[in-house]
């Protein structure tokens, strides 16, 4: 085998199977290897990401045999689509390219998919245009390219195409035939270490399951472009039977700010929960480890505290053990490791509430709203069939120069939030005629409704 050259590596076995493990471990583990067990896919993610191992054993045969299984749910498009553009801008900030989003026009609100199996198809490429691209930079288009039967009384399809562009490294005719296969790499030999190669097997199953398949088109030293055509189930009215609020209906919380500790060392997880709760009106502060929270904790005096569990210097929940002032905050375990023993350790330490990743962001407002007793401000209009498009009228409007619309528009795409809040109250003090125009742009910026501001803007171009 050709392991035998390995000496004291790490390998990580990803498999349910317990005679499978058993055999494996006890194995490799009398050799002398360092070894690392994961039963699902979420679980050797978070360890991959956090410390890579040298050696990953993967059993594909749950996915070769079609036994994965989808679980289809409805879930609340722009904010599903906002929490991927916020973890992938965070990767593109960090190799200084550019990230630009283009949400079309008409997205539906709310649609039925595997948020867990869609978020890892479009993150998965997402991350590999990001990983081979070190000028220029990567755009995520996402649009309705066609309307689709009426299935029942209350659910239609759209035909939804996700486009992902890159101006990296590019791919030979070759290597865009083999991209597919199992543990086949292509493009810089010192990009491809940081990747298993499974990647795109993975996501062309994925996505041949949900009925569709990934197309590519590459030029070498030019870019890439993967695309994703879906036919997803929309609901045709409003979805006033959805449990607990959305997050585009959410404008405040009534009788003031709440203050989060959130706990986690990926600096992805952690900037999608502020993203959300801030722009809602939470105080945020956030700490990378279990010792760095307890001591911001003493500080800060949370009202809540949400923590990963596995962390470096200190875990979440030692941290929640050692929290002298654990009684008097409501602390909420958030973790990929969803099995019923996980869960029975985070509540026995003394957590209030489990949260499973990655977060839902109903589930994780209703836990909120459960926990400190709170009441929100929701937008009286609600989101409309089209979540896209605010129930106000622009013909009343005094509006600035065309180049200022412009620039709002660009800082939209780019989710630059704090920006554009600038913008607005510098135009409304060069000319008071601004002020209504400067308050409906703040009014989509409180509410996190980035898709709702862009289609604004661009009905005043």
Request: proline content about 5%; overall charge negative; glycine content about 8%.
């Amino acid at each position: 085998m050709f392991i035998e050259g390995m000496e004291e590596e790490e390998i990580l076995i990803v498999d349910d199977t317990p005679t499978n493990l058993e055999v494996l471990f006890d194995c490799l583990d009398d050799a002398g290897f360092e070894v690392v067990v994961a039963k699902d896919g979420e679980s050797a993610l978070q360890k991959v990401e956090k410390e890579p191992p040298d050696l990953i054993l993967l059993d594909l045969s749950k996915i070769e045999a079609r036994k994965m299984e989808l679980h289809p749910r409805e879930l609340y498009f722009p904010s599903f689509l906002t929490g991927v553009v916020s973890m992938c801008r965070i990767k593109a900030s960090q190799k200084a390219i550019d990230f630009i989003y283009q949400p079309g026009k008409g997205l539906p609100a709310s649609i039925l998919a595997d948020e867990k199996r869609l978020r890892q198809v479009l993150l998965n490429l997402l991350g590999n245009a990001i990983k081979f691209t070190d000028k220029g930079g990567v755009t995520f288009k996402v649009e309705i390219i066609g309307t689709g039967e009426v299935m029942t009384k209350v659910l239609t399809t759209n035909q939804v195409r996700f486009q992902i562009s890159d101006t990296g490294v590019g791919m030979t005719p070759e290597e865009l035939s083999k991209i597919f296969q199992p543990f086949e790499q292509v493009g810089d030999p010192h990009k491809q270490a940081e990747g298993t190669g499974l990647g795109l097997a993975i996501s062309r199953q994925i996505v041949e399951m949900m009925g569709s398949s990934i197309s590519v088109t590459s030029k070498l030293g030019q870019g890439s472009v993967f695309t994703i055509d879906l036919d997803l189930p929309v609901a045709a009215s409003d979805q006033s039977a959805t449990v607990g609020p959305q997050a585009g209906q959410i404008i405040g919380i009534l009788g003031g700010t709440r203050k989060i500790l959130l706990v986690d060392n990926s600096v992805e997880n952690r900037a999608v929960l502020v993203d959300l709760l801030s722009a809602i009106g939470f105080t945020i502060i956030e700490a990378t480890n279990g010792q760095e929270a307890l001591d911001i904790a003493s500080q800060f005096s949370p009202d809540l505290i949400i923590t990963d569990i596995a962390m470096p210097v200190m875990d979440g929940l030692e941290m929640i053990r050692r929290t002298p002032q654990a009684r008097d905050i409501v602390m909420i375990v958030s973790s990929a490791k969803v099995y019923s023993e996980d869960q029975k350790r985070s509540l026995d330490a003394g957590a209030n509430d489990f949260l499973p990743k990655p977060v839902r962001t109903d589930e994780l407002l209703d836990k909120l709203q459960q926990h400190l007793g709170l009441e929100w401000i929701i937008d009286a209009t609600g989101p409309s069939q089209d979540a896209a498009q605010p129930s106000m009228t622009t013909d009343s409007l005094i509006v600035p120069p065309p180049e200022e619309i412009e620039s709002l528009l660009q800082l939209a795409r780019a989710g630059k939030f704090s920006k554009i809040k600038k913008l607005a109250a510098k135009l409304e003090e060069y000319d008071d005629k601004f002020v209504p125009f400067a308050d409906r742009v703040r009014f989509f910026v409180k509410g996190f409704l980035e898709l709702a501001l862009i289609e604004f803007l661009k009905e005043l171009q």
